[in-house]
């Protein structure tokens, strides 16, 4: 396994993030836990997880967090782990009403602590933004629960990258602490943002690539396999993908860019789902891609993904298949 500071913290982690929006849910809490071991056993250290995370399934409360708090408890892991979650998500049943408030921001980070049997929270993000709330607001409050010893760094998911500017901006002329790393939805397949219901959603564009390079922030893009697109339409073409995938990401420049992560694949002797991965590992930033695998099997695959190494000219070539 590969490791990568997260730029300004002391944070280093695996160059691999273990996503877990179904742990304790569809993927119960034994294989849960297997999967956390196996992830540990090949050098993983860096977990992400979120306050919301299979609050959709009905009468449940953030289970992912309170499994991932379980295997800490019994596996004794704490100290050997880099613990992210994510906090200030509106409710799902009023997303247009926003919860960035200073007292909506204590409370899911005191309710995240309790649910992950942990003193603190190595990285916090914050999942959604609310631009009517200045964002002074939200970089004070959540440097009260940094002073408070509750979390150590924060990011933020879905933010538009002039907003998070913004932030950066404040915390210096503040002299407090800022964003250090931010979640988009992100992947070598290009996403047709218009067609996913959810349009809080934010995803890495030109202006965040240009964003990243100038700033060196770290990129943890989550959705980084684009939910097995190029893995499922190398094995089964069209129609091993869903219809709603189909419209978020079955476009010509998408179906183009197969037979240049098939070419690279066979050269670098792994699979598609690793060179897909690999692209984002390889960024001239700080880039740890967030995965989502449901068995062993998967996140082994994905894993091998951290050891292989792309030129620049190797990523130009899947992006837009130029020559290398």
């Known amino acids: 396994m590969k490791y990568v500071t997260i730029p300004q913290t002391e944070l280093k982690v695996s160059q691999i993030c273990l996503g877990s929006a179904d742990f304790g849910a569809s993927i119960p809490r034994?294989?849960?836990?297997?999967?956390?071991?196996?992830?540990?056993?090949?050098?993983?250290?860096?977990i992400d997880t979120a306050h919301v995370y299979s609050d959709w399934i009905p009468n449940t409360k953030s289970t992912s967090e309170k499994t991932i708090g379980y295997w800490l408890r019994d596996s004794g892991m704490r100290q050997d782990v880099v613990i992210g979650t994510k906090g200030a998500h509106p409710l799902l049943t009023s997303m247009n009403?926003?919860?960035?408030?200073?007292?909506?921001?204590?409370?899911?980070?005191?309710?995240?602590?309790?649910?992950?049997?942990?003193?603190?929270?190595?990285?916090?993000?914050?999942?959604?933004?609310?631009?009517?709330?200045?964002?002074?607001?939200?970089?004070?409050?959540?440097?009260?629960?940094?002073?408070?010893?509750?979390?150590?760094?924060?990011?933020?998911?879905n933010w538009q990258f002039s907003r998070i500017q913004e932030a950066l901006d404040y915390a210096a002329r503040k002299g407090v602490q800022s964003f250090v790393g931010n979640q988009p939805l992100w992947s070598l397949a290009a996403v047709d943002m218009n067609a996913i219901p959810d349009k809080t959603l934010v995803g890495m564009d030109d202006e965040g690539s240009v964003f990243h390079k100038r700033t060196g922030m770290a990129v943890i893009p989550y959705t980084s396999q684009a939910k097995g697109f190029f893995s499922k339409l190398d094995a089964k073409g069209a129609d091993g993908i869903?219809?709603?995938?189909?419209?978020?990401?079955?476009s010509e420049a998408n179906q183009q860019r197969l037979p240049r992560v098939q070419k690279l694949a066979r050269e670098h002797g792994v699979g598609?789902?690793?060179?897909?991965?690999?692209?984002?590992?390889?960024?001239?930033?700080?880039?740890?891609?967030?995965?989502?695998?449901?068995n062993v099997g998967q996140l082994q695959s994905s894993l091998k993904a951290a050891d292989v190494k792309l030129t620049s000219q190797e990523l130009a070539y899947l992006e837009n298949g130029s020559s290398y």
């Open 242 to 250: 869903t219809e709603g995938d189909k419209k978020v990401y079955l």
């Open 30 to 46: 034994k294989e849960t836990f297997a999967l956390l071991d196996a992830f540990v056993a090949a050098g993983g250290n860096f």
């Open 97 to 157: 009403q926003s919860r960035l408030s200073p007292e909506d921001i204590q409370t899911d980070v005191k309710e995240s602590l309790e649910y992950l049997q942990t003193g603190h929270i190595d990285l916090y993000w914050l999942h959604r933004d609310d631009t009517a709330i200045p964002v002074g607001e939200i970089i004070d409050a959540l440097n009260e629960q940094a002073d408070k010893g509750r979390i150590t760094q924060f990011g933020c998911s």
């Open 272 to 294: 598609v789902n690793e060179i897909a991965l690999a692209y984002l590992t390889n960024q001239p930033f700080v880039t740890v891609p967030v995965i989502g695998p449901k």
